[in-house]
């Protein structure tokens, strides 16, 4: 009955090998009028086991029998094979081991065999998601009777990611507007889904032989061991870890699980969870490494406040996301270490967040002064009879195992890049108000990050690393004022300031004559009509240039003048600034309003 159709969709899946787009059958190919029944018994022979080769004819002449509905006859029995259709979708787009990523395998293999595997399987998911979508379109009231079974929901789950290599465009969306009818939104509310269903009967046992040595079966921090650590053996590490070899989608679907979990549902879910996600930060790939950090970034915020602090996973978690910092160049590539240090800090400061944020004195003692005049001329005398507060001792000592651990060694280790130096500043930039007077000790150590972008002779064609550097400094004066007076490091700060804003004047006396020049170009620009869209783009992006210019000029302003009020008192700035302003290009170029 449908040979004629399986003919056609062959030879269309042929010739559109490369496109994702859904190839579409002539109409005349397509039998004349066809059932529900004669979809299980004919075009899938009765249910077959999915996953053969046939299965991607089978879902385009599927899908296309669909699209033309007016043929499709409605008969008695069609409830019971609305779900038996639905159940073998649902299996047979499944993504398979074939498109999981292995590092050991050859180059030409990875490149040729797996990328047809991987082509074929976003054909699958779309392909089948279109027709399921379609079957649950029916009517509303044979919603009822499609299966809502666990395994039924995890195979749409599976299509909820734009990082899987399987998941397209069309996939997504498809997959959404299933996961939104009403009986399957309702299945997916189940308090019993995602504790029961997805973490316990599905995550648990994938990431179960794959658990790190931190932490135990029931999800707390396990007691250090002495025993020798076992040989890598690559047979046995892909036998631990079927979720990443064999279950390729077990990290979209727990992905999925983490963003939906309620706050009350955790409070007793959590020793499902955190071990697969503590598994993830394990893995060196960076996909999955990733992945891993944005799930905990996005957990911490959910657990109960007293869950880090009696389990003592705030030093396991801490000890996993520390070392993913450290993914540096040249070992690591210059683009993939960029995305994870961004999800590595914003973890690691959420994991603060989770800690200390309703602590008293995590919300007292980093309330730093934003404007000059708040900062007082004297030091305040110190309290010699208060105790110290173990929470803030603990607090502060996180903190720095962030700047000695994680932001200190990586600029040593990279400070030639300047896309990771900007990265680091940013974090420092958000660490040392939390700090607060506690950052004076590693002023030595912090200056030089600093000083390394606003003394660099072309800072100007980095104007925006320019600009962290300089909210990093001011933040750095705000809280370390005092340390500012002595001589050393005022003359420091003084000699990054003007370094900077000689360069700065640099750029704004080169950007007037480029502008003289451009706006001639522009009169011959015009005369050419294929050349104004070009012309206009480069005026947007001199327009932008000069946005982010003034605002390093005012950010500089800023700077200077909280470093001004930090060191009055202490010296005339103005006659140590003399010797510099004799200088001819300084005199034209310096901001008075930087020490008045």
């Not at 809502?148 to 998941?167: M, Y």
């Not at 934003?370 to 001329?377: N, R, V």
């Not at 603990?394 to 962030?402: G, V, Y």
């Not at 080169?510 to 206009?536: A, C, H, L, M």
């Amino acid at each position: 009955m449908f040979a004629t159709a399986r003919k056609a969709a062959n030879i269309r899946l042929t010739n559109t090998y490369e496109s994702d787009e859904l190839p579409e059958l002539p109409s005349q190919s397509l039998p004349e009028s066809y059932s529900l029944a004669q979809f299980y018994n004919e075009l899938l022979r009765g249910g077959q086991n999915p996953n053969t080769d046939d299965d991607l004819t089978n879902l385009l002449v599927l899908h296309n029998c669909l699209k033309e509905s007016p043929r499709l006859q409605r008969e008695d029995d069609d409830e019971g094979y609305l779900g038996k259709v639905s159940s073998w979708i649902s299996k047979a787009i499944l993504p398979t081991s074939d498109v999981a990523t292995h590092d050991d395998a050859p180059e030409d293999v990875t490149n040729a065999t797996q990328q047809k595997d991987i082509h074929t399987a976003r054909r699958k998911g779309s392909l089948g998601l279109q027709s399921l979508l379609k079957l649950l379109s029916l009517s509303d009231t044979q919603q009822q009777n499609v299966s809502t079974s666990s395994e039924f929901l995890i195979s749409i789950l599976a299509f909820t990611s734009p990082r899987d290599v399987w998941s397209t465009p069309t996939s997504l969306v498809t997959a959404q507007q299933i996961l939104a009818l009403p009986s399957i939104h309702t299945a997916l509310q189940s308090p019993d889904f995602i504790p029961i269903n997805i973490l316990q009967r599905f995550i648990r046992p994938l990431f179960s032989a794959s658990k790190p040595r931190t932490v135990t079966s029931a999800g707390r921090k396990a007691m250090p061991s002495s025993a020798p650590l076992k040989r890598y053996d690559f047979n046995e590490e892909r036998a631990s870890k079927p979720w990443l070899h064999e279950t390729v989608y077990a990290v979209t679907v727990l992905e999925w699980a983490v963003r939906k979990i309620s706050t009350t549902t955790l409070q007793t879910a959590w020793p499902l969870i955190l071990p697969p996600l503590l598994t993830l930060l394990d893995t060196p790939s960076t996909p999955i490494l990733t992945r891993g950090l944005l799930l905990i970034t996005t957990i911490l915020p959910k657990l109960p406040p007293q869950t880090l602090a009696q389990t003592g996973l705030a030093s396991v978690f801490s000890d996993a996301i520390i070392p993913t910092t450290l993914y540096l160049p040249s070992i690591t590539p210059l683009e993939e270490s960029l995305e994870i240090l961004r999800l590595a800090y914003d973890a690691l400061f959420a994991l603060y967040d989770a800690q200390f944020t309703l602590s008293p004195t995590a919300s007292a003692t980093p309330a730093s002064p934003l404007t000059p005049a708040a900062i007082p001329k004297t030091p305040a005398p110190r309290d010699q009879t208060a105790q110290p507060d173990p929470n803030n001792q603990a607090r502060i000592s996180f903190l720095t195992s962030i700047l000695r651990s994680s932001i200190l060694p990586a600029f040593l280790h990279a400070s030639q890049h300047p896309a990771i130096v900007s990265i680091l500043l940013t974090q420092l930039t958000a660490l040392i108000p939390k700090l607060g007077v506690h950052a004076t000790r590693h002023l030595k150590d912090i200056l030089p990050i600093i000083s390394s972008v606003l003394t660099d002779p072309f800072a100007g064609v980095r104007l925006q690393d320019v600009l962290v550097a300089l909210e990093t400094l001011r933040m750095l004066v705000l809280n370390c004022w005092v340390r500012f007076r002595e001589e050393v490091w005022r003359r420091e700060g003084v000699r990054m300031l003007v370094l900077c804003w000689r360069a700065i004047g640099e750029v704004e006396a080169g950007r007037r004559g480029v502008e003289g020049i451009g706006e001639r170009e522009r009169e011959r620009e015009r005369e050419r009509e294929r050349e104004r869209e070009r012309e206009r783009e480069r005026e947007r992006e001199r327009e932008r240039e000069r946005e982010i210019l003034e605002s390093v000029k005012q950010e500089m302003k800023n700077t200077g003048k909280v470093f001004a009020k930090a060191v009055e008192g202490s010296v005339e700035l103005k006659e140590e600034l003399k010797p510099l302003l004799d200088v001819d290009f300084l005199a034209q170029n310096l901001d008075p309003s930087l020490y008045e």
